[in-house]
């Protein structure tokens, strides 16, 4: 952190003075960041009133060893999660004065909701709250595996789309494996795919699951059950079109899980440009394939692993340049590892279970992995995925990183330079060669350059000669591609062997 210019107090950052010994709000704060995004609390910072206006100012901590003792002799008796080691606590020096760092890494799913004195915390924007009704609930809900595993009461069959059932049955007993499924009776059928069970933890009888309801349920009795169900698909992919060219709604339609599942990707699928390129054989490779596999994984993300329980809608919206998908509910693996993990963990193993069994999802955790892939091939801006307290946005370009920007605050000479660095070797470029690339003046190439860094979109590499520019790429973007570089090299190579 630089101390010479301290931000203010945001959902990352706390300041508290601390100078002799630990306020118990130091502890409110770690269980707050470790139930939340994580964040770093520094002890010896002082808000004044400097020319009547609010600052913060280095103090410094007096009694430094006393407060480091107070504070590791008492972790463990006032959270109920500790997720500090040493390496989180760091004394620096400021100056002639010292500040004590303390970093606190967001809790693991298994160790949440963190307690301090017994209460839970959470962050919202620079203050911590005590996490109780709605906010309790929504915490507990996102670090939860089995969301939709619940037996309901009061819930039958009659109370499902029996249309949405036989053409599921239809599509699962064409596969191999599931063709004993035919000549069952509904009830049976519905045990056998997990949309009726048996309610284990109550009078053992036979129900209808959440995650059955959600999938096959008629709109109005999951309304019933969740008063905010909707999900909604927009085509908002033509510019100067007022609002939008189709919407897909639950809430104008009776649509269960399943069937707009079916009638969104159906829709989705025609607003994929159907181009092609040719391999070193001249022959046809179907890019828009892998478009259109990556907008599947999307998709079946959202509807998997959604907070259902949630007041926000689920919504996929095709923009001018990129798609988006929103959901309530925060990821249950970390965000840095989403295009590249095959592991997986869902809040809804009903959901996704039905989904699986159809075969239309990837396979376990390898759903990120092809929704990067195919920004690869079709040499497409990466895609980016943002996951916190409130919910999941992932957003997948079908424009390059320089189109990304039509309409935006970038320049035509900016575009150009970003379009030369984007489709180089590495993707790294040197003064000399942006301006031979460009047939831009140095004067215009520098002073371009300095505005795409002001913005973050581009970033300078090394020093003096060895300087070149890239383009600014998220911490599980970075991951991703050092993963798929042996595909890149290997496909490269055989250009060449070809």
């Known amino acids: ?30 269980a707050a960041f470790s139930n939340t995004e994580g964040g770093i609390i520094v002890l010896g910072i002082e808000e004044k009133k400097v020319n009547d206006k609010s600052q913060f100012i280095v103090s410094g901590v007096t009694n430094m060893h006393k407060i ?15 997720t500090l080691q040493n390496k989180n606590v760091q004394v620096v020096k400021v100056g002639k004065k010292n500040v004590i760092e303390i970093t606190v890494p967001e809790a693991k799913i298994n160790q949440k909701p963190v307690r301090a004195n017994g209460t839970p915390y959470i962050r919202k924007g620079a203050v911590d709250v005590k996490a109780k009704g709605e906010d309790l609930k929504m915490l507990l809900i996102n670090t939860a595996t089995n969301l939709d595993t619940n037996v309901l009461h009061n819930y039958w069959i009659e109370d499902l789309d029996k249309e949405c059932i036989e053409e599921y049955r239809r599509e699962l007993t064409a596969r191999e494996q599931y063709r004993s499924y035919k000549n069952l009776s509904v009830e049976e059928f519905l045990k056998k795919i997990g949309v009726i069970a048996k309610d284990y933890d109550g009078n053992g009888e036979y129900g209808i699951t959440i995650g059955g309801l ?10 019933h059950k969740f008063p905010y169900f909707q999900l909604d698909y927009f085509d908002q992919s033509k510019p100067n079109v007022e609002r939008w060219l189709n919407r897909i709604s639950s809430v104008t339609d009776n649509l269960n899980i399943y069937s707009f599942y079916r009638r969104a990707m159906h829709t989705i699928r025609m607003t994929v440009d159907n181009h092609f390129e040719l391999d070193s054989k001249m022959n046809r490779k179907d890019t828009a394939g892998a478009m259109i596999v990556a907008l599947r994984e999307a998709l079946l993300n959202m509807l998997m692993h ?15 340049n990129y798609y988006e998908f929103t959901n309530p509910g925060k990821m249950l693996v970390p965000v840095e590892t989403f295009f590249t993990t095959n592991h997986t963990s869902s809040r809804n193993p009903i959901i996704s279970k039905l989904f699986v069994q159809l075969g239309e999802s990837e396979r376990a955790g390898h759903g990120g992995e092809k929704i990067y892939e195919s920004a690869l091939v079709n040499n497409y801006r990466k895609p980016q995925i943002t996951s916190n307290y409130e919910g999941t946005k992932l957003r997948i370009w079908k424009v390059d990183y320089a189109d990304s920007f039509s309409g935006q605050i970038i320049s035509d000479r900016e575009r150009l330079i970003l379009k030369a660095i984007v489709t180089s070797e590495g993707q790294e470029m040197s003064h000399k060669q942006i301006e031979e690339e460009t047939g ?10 300095k505005e795409l860094i002001s913005k973050g979109t581009v970033i300078k590499i090394g020093k003096g000669r060895a300087t070149k520019y890239g383009i600014h790429q998220t911490k599980e973007q970075l991951l991703a591609l050092a993963q798929a570089m042996p595909n890149i090299i290997r496909r490269k190579l055989s250009k060449y062997v070809e």
């Open 1 to 30: 952190m630089d101390y010479s210019t301290l931000p203010d107090e945001n959902q990352y950052i706390e300041y508290k003075k601390n100078s002799t010994s630990l306020s118990k709000d130091v502890w409110e704060s770690i």
């Open 306 to 320: 959604a907070n259902y329980y949630g007041k926000e809608p689920i919504r996929a919206i095709a923009k001018v």
């Open 440 to 449: 831009l003046s140095r004067t215009k190439v520098d002073s371009s350059l």
């Open 68 to 82: 480091l003792d107070e504070f590791w002799s008492n972790i463990d008796e006032i959270l109920n999660v500790n």
């Open 214 to 223: 959600l999938f096959f349920g008629d709109n109005n009795a999951i309304i």
